[in-house]
């Protein structure tokens, strides 16, 4: 039977990986077993050889970037995939009913407000910061959410480490904050509580960021669901 | 005869043949595999192979397994439903390929 890699050297690989900035586990795995595989392939032609020399030919051949071409490749597929991923969730919230249930919902809430609107000028400031606060409370329950499940891992994993470096996810979310409170001081200061305008920018504004923040845990969720089953023993 | 080039534009269809003729395979079997039937031509590196193969797990073409082996654990890739729908397409759209440049090649023949 041809000479394997032992228990010890298999840990000596992983110690390798790392020192060279393989930190994450999913990836990390795979390497290794790729470059056991490698070395059990030059003792079946040279079994003299030692583990050592034959690692050094073996990572001899990933060149003077070592293994940072394959980290970089892959962070970038999982960029993508998590766009893409985000991107198809947000798709398929748009079914035809729903959409016109919430077309139909925008605009009786906006005959409701003009009514009310000409007759109370504050109920449309209200109904305004009734929406920014659903959408400051879904952005911090997002946080919250990411800030868990990062703390699930007792083993960084490539494919659910990206998230939480991504902070420009909340700029949205900031954003139309920021658009909804000027609406509301600005309407505050000029006494000009209303118009439709406003109305249908502001509600679009936080459909848009729920949408979004929904997406983004629900993507999340399953792509950890996925991980927990695969990589069992990365999290606590 | 240095064949590499030619062989890059075809990648996803080849891993994918390989692994759909091979039931499962893992990352090193396909880089060696890939070697073998290529007389050494297409030399497949870690950094072009597993990011595509990652792309193909994310895209639901490939499922992956993680099995123990010897003293570490391999990840065995297979085909999914939607996968040996893709495997067929990548096979045909190869075969088309090759027709057309055989026209190129050698018209006198087609």
Known sequence: ?236 | MKTTGLYKGSLESLILQLIGNNSEMYGYELTQKARELSNGNLNITEGTLYPLLHKLEAEGTLESELKPYGNRTRKYYRLTRSGKKAQKVAFENIQEYIQQLQQFLNPKLV
């Open chain 1, 1 to 236: 039977m041809d000479k394997q890699v032992s228990q010890e050297e298999v840990l000596a690989l992983h110690q390798f990986c790392i020192r060279h900035f393989v930190s994450h586990y999913d990836v990390r795995l795979e390497l290794v077993d790729h470059l056991a595989s490698s070395i059990e392939n030059i003792w079946a032609q040279d079994p003299g050889v030692s583990f050592q020399a034959a690692l050094e030919k073996v990572y001899a051949a990933y060149g003077k970037t070592g293994f940072r071409k394959l980290m970089r490749e892959k962070e970038l597929v999982i960029e993508n995939t998590f766009n893409n991923g985000i991107f198809k969730v947000l798709r398929s919230f748009f079914s035809w009913p729903q959409v016109v249930c919430l077309l139909v919902l925008i605009v009786l809430c906006g005959y409701f407000f003009k009514f009310f609107g000409e007759n109370n000028a504050y109920t449309p400031t209200i109904f305004c910061i009734f929406l920014l606060s659903a959408v400051f409370v879904f952005f911090i329950a997002t946080a919250i959410f990411f800030y868990k499940k990062k703390k699930s891992l007792t083993k960084p994993l490539l494919a659910t480490n990206i998230y939480f470096d991504h902070l420009y996810l909340f700029i949205i979310d900031t954003a139309i904050i920021n658009k909804i409170l000027t609406f509301v001081i600005d309407g505050m200061h000029t006494g000009n509580y209303y118009s439709p305008g406003k109305y249908i920018f502001t509600v679009v504004l936080c459909i848009i960021s729920l949408l979004t923040n929904a997406a983004k845990i629900k993507y999340v969720r399953d792509t950890f669901r996925k991980a927990e089953q695969n990589y069992p023993m990365a999290f606590k």
